[in-house]
């Protein structure tokens, strides 16, 4: 039962240009969301993060929305850098607090110089 | 930088066999956690320590399993009569009481590879 789902395994972007990654939660207690990104051999590094109480917030190139009543939310980039080719995780908790996270599969961004 | 240190790094072990992996966390946080990840897979919850008292454990880590944090300063994670699916990333991660989730800071894991 895949609570935190990240449909899309891969993504291609130009550098410069914008980068959209989705995540969908169906665990409608889920109340805190972040982004991580990953690089290979090395562990996750927190990026971005967001409360149920907002729709938005934004850090930087990086800027992450949510969509309570669909269960989505979205990580934007931009512009994308060579320096973002990553995986990132879309986590999920149900309170701030509950020290565990539920992670999705991960997208792999590729931003073509 | 004394971030968190997990080692070994990689290790190979032949199935059946006994593994231990040893995680550091930054020295003034107090809660450490263990998670697992597969190939193609995020990250999943195995355990979390609170200083050295184990709160919670996920389905996941099995009998074979075990963990430790003896002084709530180190951690060790067991894993006994290894089996191939056992094969994964085992990411440790820390963070300082009160900021929950948001204050993780991972490890790079310690990659295992059961033949």
């Known amino acids: 039962d895949q609570q935190v789902k990240q449909n899309s395994p891969s993504l291609s972007v130009q550098e410069g240009r914008i980068s959209i990654l989705n995540c969908d939660y169906t665990n409608s207690m889920f109340d805190y969301f972040l982004w991580y990104k990953k690089y290979p051999a090395e562990g996750p590094t927190f990026l971005i993060s967001?409360?149920?109480?907002?729709d938005k917030n934004e850090d930087g190139r990086f800027t992450v929305f949510l969509n309570k009543s669909a269960k989505h939310l979205s990580l934007h980039i931009v512009p994308s850098q060579p320096g973002d080719s990553a995986v990132y995780f879309c986590a999920a908790s149900a309170w701030v607090g509950n020290e565990k996270l539920t992670f999705g599969t991960g997208t792999r961004l590729t931003i073509i110089p | 930088d004394t971030g968190v240190s997990q080692d070994p790094r990689h290790k190979i072990t032949k199935r059946g066999q006994n593994v231990t992996f040893r995680c550091d966390p930054i020295s003034e946080h107090n809660r450490l956690y263990w998670y697992r990840q597969t190939l193609g897979q995020g990250p999943e919850f195995l355990t979390y320590f609170q200083n050295e008292a184990q709160l919670e454990k996920s389905r996941l880590l099995s009998d074979r399993f075990s963990a430790e944090r003896p002084k709530g300063s180190f951690s060790t994670l067991e894993i006994q009569r290894t089996e191939q699916g056992d094969s994964a990333m085992y990411l440790c991660?820390?963070?300082?009481?009160?900021?929950?989730?948001?204050?993780?800071?991972f490890g790079s894991g310690t990659r295992l590879t059961v033949v």
């Open positions: 991660a820390s963070s300082p009481t009160g900021t929950g989730t948001f204050g993780y800071t």
């Open positions: 967001i409360s149920s109480i907002k």
